[in-house]
């Protein structure tokens, strides 16, 4: 899933939880995209990994200022 595509689908399903629905294949190919783009493949991954816990972090974050109100 590309960029545009991951924010076309936010976007369409604002109350739906990302990943939820992200595949092992759709996580290889974000890696092999990043990798492509001249990143070592752990470089890669780490992205990856960073990127999917700020998400979760600041979705929890935001949940609980929800809860809070």
Same mark, same amino acid.
Do not use: Q
């Given at each position: 899933m590309d960029r545009m595509n991951l924010i076309a689908a936010?976007?369409?399903r604002p109350d739906h939880d990302l990943f939820?629905?992200?595949t092992e294949e759709e996580i290889i190919g974000l890696w092999?995209?990043?990798?492509?783009r001249g990143m070592s493949g752990d470089q890669a991954w !780490? /992205?990856?990994?960073?990127?999917?816990?700020?998400?979760?972090?600041?979705?929890?974050? !935001? /949940?609980l200022k929800?809860?809070?109100h």
């Open positions: 936010l976007e369409k939820d629905s992200v092999r995209s990043i990798k492509g !780490h /992205a990856i990994v960073t990127g999917i816990a700020l998400d979760m972090a600041f979705a929890k974050s !935001h /949940a929800l809860t809070d």
